[in-house]
């Protein structure tokens, strides 16, 4: 059974290709790596794939139904500087955004969607910023908040945007626990990635990205310096070890 499957999908900005010809299939219950340098389309691919952005050409399946009618068990982690931080909201409200599709949009949430919501925002260490500002709140704090709005959403198929990108250590640890829990509970992750050192560790699958796919499978298959040198043309030098010396900690 595939979580997702993916099929042909090309996105032009401006005319200007930035994915062709993406085909790739997820299996349930699996957590992958899309990885690729700057501008390979990453962030582009999974909002195509959400359907944020039109497409050229493609088509796009969640457990074998077109995505369309699949919505409701998508949950999807933004880029952190792609959200508006600015926008004036507080972290419960934010994490229980993430109810509306059981909620209902313009209807309160009941007292046990609240007890929810801040069950999840306990699960992140974030009880006690429940009513700050997120304006107001660090890179790693937004960042836990998303998570546990992605937490309350109680979703099928997860798609995070560099969720590691600028947090602390401790943060990072808190996600890759997430992540490692919802695969656990037979969830399907996907997970836009730039840390070569930690893809060993942390991922099942790896979709290798530079506009169109250069490979795609399971992490020890496609993790190769061949292939890594494919994706980033010259500029993999400095990582020469990088796929050898990953393996610390489980
Ligand atoms: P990644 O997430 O892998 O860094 P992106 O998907 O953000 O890459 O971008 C892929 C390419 O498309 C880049 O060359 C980028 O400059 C371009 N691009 C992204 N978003 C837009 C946009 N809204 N308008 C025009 N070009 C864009
Ligand atoms: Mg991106």
């Given at each position: 059974?595939?979580?997702?499957?993916?099929?042909?999908?090309?996105?032009?900005?401006?005319?200007?290709?930035?994915?062709?010809?993406?085909?790739?299939?997820?299996?349930?219950?699996?957590?992958t790596g899309?990885?690729?340098?700057?501008?390979?389309?990453?962030?582009?691919?999974?909002?195509?794939?959400?359907?944020?952005?039109?497409?050229?050409?493609?088509?796009?399946?969640?457990?074998?139904?077109?995505?369309?009618?699949?919505?409701?068990?998508?949950?999807?982690?933004?880029?952190?500087?792609?959200?508006?931080?600015?926008?004036?909201?507080?972290?419960?409200?934010?994490?229980?955004?993430?109810?509306?599709?059981?909620?209902?949009?313009?209807?309160?949430?009941?007292?046990?969607?609240?007890?929810?919501?801040?069950?999840?925002?306990?699960?992140?260490?974030?009880?006690?910023?429940?009513?700050?500002?997120?304006?107001?709140?660090?890179?790693?704090?937004?960042?836990?908040?998303?998570?546990?709005?992605?937490?309350?959403?109680?979703?099928?198929?997860?798609?995070?945007?560099?969720?590691?990108?600028?947090?602390?250590?401790?943060?990072?640890?808190?996600?890759?626990?997430?992540?490692k829990e919802w695969k656990?509970?037979?969830?399907?992750?996907?997970?836009?990635?730039?840390?070569?050192?930690?893809?060993?560790?942390?991922?099942?699958?790896?979709?290798?990205?530079?506009?169109?796919?250069?490979?795609?499978?399971?992490?020890?298959?496609?993790?190769?310096?061949?292939?890594?040198?494919?994706?980033?043309?010259?500029?993999?030098?400095?990582?020469?070890?990088?796929?050898?010396?990953?393996?610390?900690?489980?």
């Amino acid at each position: 059974m595939y979580a997702l499957s993916v099929k042909d999908i090309s996105v032009t900005y401006d005319k200007q290709l930035a994915l062709e010809n993406v085909s790739f299939a997820v299996p349930e219950g699996s957590i992958t790596g899309i990885i690729g340098p700057n501008g390979a389309g990453k962030s582009t691919l999974i909002k195509s794939i959400l359907q944020l952005l039109p497409t050229l050409s493609g088509n796009v399946e969640v457990f074998h139904k077109p995505i369309k009618s699949q919505k409701k068990i998508i949950g999807y982690v933004p880029q952190r500087s792609e959200v508006d931080w600015d926008f004036p909201t507080n972290a419960l409200d934010v994490v229980l955004m993430g109810r509306y599709n059981h909620i209902g949009l313009f209807k309160r949430a009941n007292k046990k969607e609240v007890t929810w919501a801040k069950t999840c925002l306990e699960k992140v260490g974030m009880q006690d910023y429940a009513t700050r500002q997120i304006s107001q709140l660090s890179g790693g704090q937004q960042q836990r908040v998303f998570l546990a709005r992605a937490m309350a959403q109680d979703a099928k198929v997860y798609f995070m945007d560099e969720p590691f990108a600028g947090v602390d250590a401790s943060t990072e640890k808190a996600i890759i626990q997430l992540m490692k829990e919802w695969k656990a509970e037979g969830k399907t992750v996907l997970v836009v990635h730039h840390d070569l050192q930690t893809v060993n560790d942390y991922f099942d699958h790896v979709l290798l990205l530079n506009k169109s796919p250069i490979a795609y499978g399971e992490t020890q298959t496609v993790f190769t310096l061949d292939n890594l040198e494919q994706a980033y043309g010259g500029k993999i030098a400095f990582l020469q070890k990088a796929p050898a010396t990953v393996k610390e900690s489980t």
